[in-house]
C-alpha cells in the first residue's frame, strides 16, 4: 500500500511539470473543466454575473441610472459576461492594449456565457407570451401547437460589433469588439456585419462629464452604407425573411465592456436609422464581455 | 503599418529603400534641397515607385534581400512588377494560405507598382506625377513639406529628433511618447522629420519583427552557449524557461571568432525553444476552445454545422481574425532564417490578421508583450550605431582610490578595470564590446568600485549604463549616483519610472527597460549577471547584448560567477580582477556544518535536533539578529511554530516572496524589531543586516546551488561592528553544493590573506 501511495505521488511529480500554462495568470497549474486554457485558480476566481441585478444593462450591483433616466432607451437590455474588477481590467489590458490576442478566444467563450443568458431570458419571456396569448385563444385539437410544446430558443439574427477608429485600428491591429463577436459568431451560427462605424475619434472619455460624454457620443457613429456590406445584409435578411414575418429583426451589438451604456445608446440609434432606412424594424440587445 | 517603397539608382548602382513620407524622398534624390543643410542628398537617375503602400516588414524584405543587378537599367514597368513579386513569393503565398490576397491581387490592386517616378538619364529630369495614396496618407504636392516651414525647419526637426533617438531603439508608439516629451513641436507630425534623418543615414527603419540576417546581434558576450542545436535536443528541452538561454552558461561554449559567424543558427535554435512551448500551450488551448474556434478551423471557408448558406457567405466576409497557430515548416524555416523579434530576439510565435497592415498573417512576438506588442508591421526606429570613446582614465588610480575613499582591495581592483578600459581597441571592432569580470566576495562594496570606472566613461565624453536586475537595488542606487555625480544626474528606469526619455550621460535601468537601447553605451556595468533574471533568459540576455557599442565595454560584477565564467577567468580568457576581501578587512565567515534530519521529518515528528536548538540559543545569546533559511515554502509556518514553542518570547517571523507584508517585516529585522526571520532564498541578496547569523536548513537540497549557498551566507558579519558572524549548514547530507561553497569562501580568504588585505 505504501509503495503504491508513493509510486503515485512520483508519478503525480512526473507530471506536475506538464502541467499547461494558463493563459490568464502564466502560470502552470490544473487545467480547469470549464474554460480551455484556464487554470482552476484563475477560473475559480472570475466574477461571472450570473444574475444581474439591474434588467435594463445587466450590472451585478445596483444601478441608479437605468431607474432615473425616463428618455425611450433605444436597446432592450445588455448583458454582460463579468464584472469589471481590477482583475478583469488588468486581462483585458493584457488583450487588448499589451495585443496579446491568444486572449481573443477565451473572451470570446466567456461572452458566449453572456449570450447563453440572455438567450435562456427571451426564450423564457417568449414562452410566457405565448402561454398568455394561448390562454385567452384556446387552440383546436385538429391543429396542435407545436411552437408551444416545442418553443424554439430564442436566437439573435445579426451580431455588429461596436467599431473602433482608424487610429486606433492602426495603432492596435484589430479591433476587440469583432475578434468577440467572430467567436460567438461561429459558435452561435449567427453572421456578424460591421454595420456600424465611428465617424471621429473620441478623446479622453474620462475627463468629461457625463452630459459632456453622451452628447458627444450621438455623432460619433453612423451606419455603414458600403454598398458591398448591404447587398450582403439584403442576402441575410432574405435568407431569414421566413422568420421575420411576425417580428423584428434581432439584433445584438458587441464590445468588450459597457461602461456608462452611452456608447451602446449611440450605437443602437445609429443602427435602428440604418435598419429602418432598409425597410426593417429592429430589436437591439446588447453584449459585452464586462461591466463595470 | 504600411509604407511606400522604392528603387533608386544613383551613380550606377541600384538599391531600394521604404519610405514614411514619400515627399521628402522626391526632394531628397531630385537633389532640390541642395545647399541647404542636412539635405546633401544625392542626384538619383532613376527612382522607381516599386509600391505606394506595402506592409512595413514586406517593405524591409524587399529592401534587405535586394540583389542589383546590371539589366535594371533597361527595365520596364513589368520587369519590376515581376521582381517584387518574385521577391515576396513565400509571403504572397503565405498570405493566400491565410485567406489573404491571391498573387494576382497583388499585382493588379495598385498594391506593387513599379511606375517610374524620375528619370534623368536621357537627359532632361522626366518626373511622373503619381496619384493615389501612400501609405494610406494622402500625397502632398512634392513643394509641400507637410507643413514643415521649409526644408531647412525639416532638416532642423530631423537633427532633434536623430539626436533624441541616439542609441534608442523604440517601437512606434514609444517613439511617439519620446517626442511628445521631448520634442512637442514635432509631435503628431514626425514622419516627414523621421523620414530625412533616415536618407542622412542617422535613424533606421526597421520592421519590429524581420528576417534579419544582416545584423548578428548576438555574440557580443562572447561565451554564448555552444550553438547547434538539434531539433530532437530542443524538444527534449522543452520550454524555454529551462533551455538555459543565450548566455548559457550550463552549456558547453567556446569562445572563438568562428562562434559568432554562426550566431544565426544560435538564434534560430533558441527561438524554437520558445516555440515548442508556446505552440504546445495553444495546441492544447485553442484545440479545445471548441470544433468552431479550433486552430486552423476558423476559417470561414469550412461549413458551419447547419449553417444555411447565404449565412455562410456572410461569415466569409466576417472572416474569423484569431492568432493562428503556425505549425513548424522546419524546411522552409531553414531555408529562409527564422524571423526575429529585433526588439528581445524571440521568435515570433503569434500570427494574427492585422488592421494595421491589412495582412491576414501578420507574426508578432509574444516574448515581449509587456513592453507593448512587437509586430512584423511595426515600425522599429534605431539611430545608425554612435562612436565609442576609449574611456581613458583622466586621473591616476591612486587619486580615484583615494577620491572615491577605496579600500586597498577595492582600489587595485578599480585600478584594473581602469586599465582594461583604456586599452586600445582597435582588433576589437569585429568581436564586439571586451568584457571584465569584477569578482567581488559578498560585502566587498563593489558599487564604490564602479565609481573610478563611470568617473573615466563620462570624463572622455561616453554613455554609461548600469544594469541591474532589480527595482530596489536602482532605487537605492539612484541617490547615491546622484550624489556622486552631481552634474550627470542619470536616468533612472524601471518599470513604471517617469524618467522614462531622458537622457542623461548615466543611465541607471532595471533590465527590461535595456530592450529600449541599441549600441547606446560605452561603458555597460552588469550588476549581479548571475542573478535572476538574466539567467536563462535569452531574452534579457539579448537585450544585454544589443545595449553596447561594438568597441565599447562590459564590466560584470558578480559575489558568484557561473561556473563558465569562473573557468574562462582562471583560463586567462576573460579579463577579471577578484575582490576577496569586504570593505572592513576581516575574513568570510567560513560556514560550519551541523548534521541534522531533512526539515519535513522534523516538522513531522514536532521536534529540532539538540545542536541545532544550542547553536541557535547561542546566536540569541549574543544578541545577533538570525536568517534562518529553509528550501520550502510550506515548511515555514510549521518551523516558526516549533520555534515559537522552543524559544518563548522571541519576537520572530516568517516570510517569502508570496508574503505581502514581506517589505515590512524586513524592515522590522533590520530595526531589530524581530530578532529571528524565517524565509527562503528571496532575501539571499541584498538584505544587510548588522550583527547577523546565518543558519541554512537543507542545505543540502537541490534548490540551493553553490552561488546561493554563497551569497547566504554572505549576509553574515558584514558590519564593521561584527565582522564575525556564524553560519550553520545543517542537513542530513554533507553534499558538493556545500563543499564547493565552503571552499570558494576559504579560497577568497586565502587570497585576501596572502594580498595581505586582511
Ligand atoms: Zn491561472
Ligand atoms: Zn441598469
Ligand atoms: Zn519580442
Ligand atoms: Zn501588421
Redesign the pocket.
Known amino acids: 500500500m505504501n509503495s503504491i501511495m508513493s509510486w503515485i505521488k512520483k508519478a503525480r511529480l512526473l507530471i506536475a511539470p506538464s502541467l499547461p500554462q494558463c493563459l490568464f495568470c502564466g502560470k502552470r497549474g490544473r487545467p480547469s473543466s470549464g474554460l480551455p486554457g484556464i487554470c482552476v485558480s484563475c477560473h475559480t476566481g472570475i466574477p461571472w454575473i450570473r444574475c444581474p441585478r ?1 434588467q ?2 445587466g ?1 451585478h450591483v445596483g ?1 441608479p ?2 431607474s432615473r433616466s425616463r428618455e425611450p432607451v433605444p436597446i432592450r437590455c445588455n448583458r454582460s459576461a463579468v464584472a469589471y474588477t481590477s482583475e478583469m481590467r488588468e486581462l483585458l489590458g493584457q488583450y487588448k492594449y499589451r495585443g496579446n490576442e491568444r486572449l481573443a478566444p477565451i473572451l470570446g467563450l466567456m461572452l458566449d456565457k453572456a449570450y447563453t443568458i440572455l438567450q435562456q431570458e427571451q426564450s423564457e419571456q417568449q414562452i410566457a407570451t405565448l402561454q398568455s396569448n394561448s390562454s385567452r385563444r384556446p387552440f383546436s385539437a385538429a391543429k396542435p401547437n407545436y411552437s408551444l410544446i416545442h418553443p424554439a430558443l430564442w436566437q439573435a439574427d445579426l451580431l455588429v460589433p461596436v467599431p473602433v477608429s482608424s487610429a486606433r485600428l492602426a495603432e492596435r491591429g484589430f479591433n476587440q469588439a469583432e475578434q468577440l463577436a467572430d467567436v460567438l459568431s461561429l459558435r452561435r451560427g449567427i453572421p456578424q456585419l460591421p454595420l456600424l462605424i465611428r465617424t471621429r475619434h473620441t478623446g479622453k472619455q474620462s475627463f468629461k462629464s457625463r452630459s459632456e460624454r453622451l452628447a458627444d457620443m450621438k455623432q460619433v457613429f453612423a451606419g455603414n452604407t458600403e454598398q458591398k456590406l448591404l447587398q450582403r445584409l439584403g442576402g441575410h435578411l432574405e435568407s431569414i425573411a421566413a422568420r421575420l414575418q411576425n417580428r423584428p429583426l434581432q439584433i445584438i451589438i458587441i464590445d468588450d465592456i459597457y461602461t456608462t451604456g452611452s456608447t451602446m445608446r449611440a450605437c443602437a440609434e445609429a443602427l435602428h436609422r440604418l435598419i429602418g432606412d432598409l425597410g426593417y424594424a429592429a430589436e437591439i440587445y446588447s453584449l459585452t464581455w464586462a461591466r463595470s | 503599418m504600411r509604407v511606400a517603397v522604392y528603387a533608386v539608382e544613383c551613380y550606377g548602382s541600384w538599391e531600394i529603400r521604404v519610405s514614411l513620407n514619400l515627399t521628402v524622398d522626391r526632394l531628397w534624390w531630385k537633389g532640390e534641397g541642395m545647399g541647404g543643410e542636412g539635405w546633401g542628398g544625392g542626384q538619383a537617375d532613376r527612382l522607381v515607385l516599386l509600391s505606394q503602400s506595402l506592409p512595413l516588414g514586406w517593405g524591409v524584405k524587399l529592401r534587405e534581400g535586394f540583389r542589383a543587378s546590371p539589366a535594371m537599367t533597361l527595365w520596364k514597368k513589368e520587369d519590376w512588377k515581376r521582381y517584387v513579386a518574385n521577391c515576396l513569393k513565400a509571403e504572397i503565398r503565405q498570405e493566400q494560405e491565410e485567406g489573404g490576397l491571391r498573387e494576382e491581387e497583388w499585382l493588379t490592386a495598385r498594391i506593387i507598382s513599379g511606375e517610374s517616378m524620375l528619370d534623368r538619364t536621357g537627359g532632361g529630369a522626366k518626373e511622373v506625377a503619381i496619384s493615389g495614396n501612400y501609405g494610406g496618407q494622402p500625397v502632398f504636392p512634392k513643394e509641400s513639406l507637410l507643413g514643415w516651414g521649409g526644408s531647412a525647419a525639416l532638416a532642423a526637426a530631423a537633427n532633434q529628433l536623430a539626436a533624441v533617438l541616439a542609441g534608442r531603439s523604440l517601437l512606434q508608439g514609444e517613439a511617439e511618447a519620446l517626442v511628445a516629451e521631448r520634442l512637442p513641436d514635432l509631435a503628431g507630425n514626425w514622419s516627414a522629420a523621421v523620414q530625412l534623418a533616415h536618407l542622412q543615414g542617422r535613424i533606421r527603419i526597421e520592421a519590429a519583427v524581420a528576417y534579419n540576417n544582416r545584423e548578428h546581434g548576438g555574440g557580443v558576450l562572447g561565451w554564448v552557449s555552444k550553438v547547434k542545436q538539434s531539433v530532437k535536443e530542443t524538444e527534449r528541452i522543452g520550454s524555454r524557461e529551462q533551455g538555459g538561454g543565450v548566455l548559457g552558461w550550463g552549456r558547453k561554449m567556446k569562445q572563438s571568432g568562428k562562434e559568432t559567424g554562426q550566431i544565426g543558427s544560435r538564434e534560430q535554435g533558441g527561438g524554437v525553444l520558445g516555440w515548442v512551448s508556446q505552440a504546445k500551450q495553444s495546441v492544447h488551448v485553442l484545440g479545445r476552445v471548441s470544433e468552431a474556434v479550433a486552430g486552423r478551423g476558423v476559417r470561414p471557408r469550412l461549413t458551419v454545422g447547419r449553417f444555411p448558406v447565404v449565412t455562410g457567405r456572410l461569415l466569409h466576409a466576417a472572416a474569423l481574425r484569431l492568432p493562428q497557430l503556425h505549425l513548424p515548416r522546419r524546411g522552409a524555416a531553414a531555408r529562409r532564417g527564422a524571423s526575429r523579434c529585433l526588439r528581445c530576439g524571440s521568435v515570433p510565435t503569434g500570427r494574427t490578421a492585422c488592421a494595421a497592415c491589412g495582412l491576414a498573417g501578420c507574426a508578432y512576438c509574444e516574448a515581449c508583450l509587456a513592453l507593448g506588442r512587437s509586430r512584423a508591421c511595426a515600425l522599429l526606429l534605431r539611430s545608425a550605431p554612435l562612436p565609442a570613446v576609449r574611456c581613458t582614465a583622466g586621473v591616476s588610480p591612486t587619486v580615484a582610490a583615494r577620491r572615491w575613499g577605496l579600500s586597498a582591495a577595492q582600489a587595485a581592483a578599480a585600478a584594473a578595470a581602469l586599465g582594461f578600459l583604456a586599452e586600445p581597441r582597435e582588433r576589437s571592432a569585429p568581436r564586439g564590446p571586451e568584457r571584465f569580470l569584477l569578482w567581488a566576495v559578498t560585502g566587498a562594496g563593489k558599487t564604490e568600485i564602479t565609481f573610478p570606472l563611470l568617473e573615466a566613461a563620462l570624463a572622455a565624453g561616453g554613455r554609461a549604463l548600469i544594469a541591474t536586475p532589480r527595482r530596489d537595488v536602482v532605487l537605492e542606487l539612484a541617490p547615491r549616483l546622484a550624489k556622486a555625480f552631481p552634474a550627470d544626474t542619470p536616468a533612472v528606469l524601471y518599470g513604471g519610472s517617469e524618467d522614462r526619455w531622458n537622457a542623461s550621460s548615466i543611465t541607471l535601468a532595471t533590465t527590461h527597460q535595456l530592450l529600449r537601447f541599441n549600441q547606446a553605451f560605452d561603458l555597460v556595468i552588469i550588476d549581479e549577471l548571475d542573478a535572476f533574471p538574466y539567467h536563462n533568459d535569452p531574452m534579457l540576455a539579448y537585450a544585454a547584448e544589443q545595449i553596447c557599442k561594438p568597441s565599447g565595454s562590459f564590466i560584470f560584477l558578480s559575489a558568484t560567477p557561473p561556473a563558465e565564467l569562473q573557468r574562462l577567468a582562471r583560463s586567462g580568457k576573460l579579463p577579471h580582477a577578484r575582490v576577496p576581501v569586504r570593505f572592513h578587512g576581516h575574513p568570510l565567515p567560513v560556514p560550519v556544518h551541523l548534521h541534522m534530519p531533512p526539515l519535513h521529518r522534523c516538522l513531522k515528528q514536532g521536534r529540532l535536533p539538540g545542536s541545532l536548538i544550542r547553536t541557535l540559543q547561542k546566536s540569541l545569546a549574543r544578541k545577533a539578529q538570525i536568517f534562518l533559511f529553509v528550501s520550502r515554502i510550506a515548511h515555514i509556518a510549521g518551523l516558526l511554530q516549533l520555534l515559537n514553542r522552543i524559544f518563548p518570547g522571541v519576537p520572530m517571523e516568517g516570510t517569502s516572496s508570496k508574503d505581502p507584508d514581506r517589505a515590512e517585516k524586513v524592515l522590522e529585522f533590520r530595526n531589530c524589531a524581530i530578532s529571528l526571520l524565517v524565509t527562503t532564498t528571496i532575501l539571499e541578496r541584498g538584505v544587510t543586516v548588522p550583527r547577523s547569523d546565518v543558519f541554512i536548513l537543507d542545505a543540502d537540497s537541490s534548490l540551493f546551488d553553490e552561488a546561493a549557498l554563497v551569497q547566504m551566507a554572505g549576509r553574515a558579519g558584514r558590519s564593521k561592528d561584527d565582522p564575525d558572524g556564524h553560519v550553520v549548514f545543517a542537513s542530513a547530507e554533507w553534499s558538493k553544493s556545500q563543499r564547493r561553497a565552503i571552499s570558494q569562501i576559504r579560497s577568497m580568504n586565502a587570497i585576501a590573506h596572502r594580498q595581505g588585505y586582511l
Open positions: 439591474c435594463t444593462c450590472r444601478c441610472d437605468c
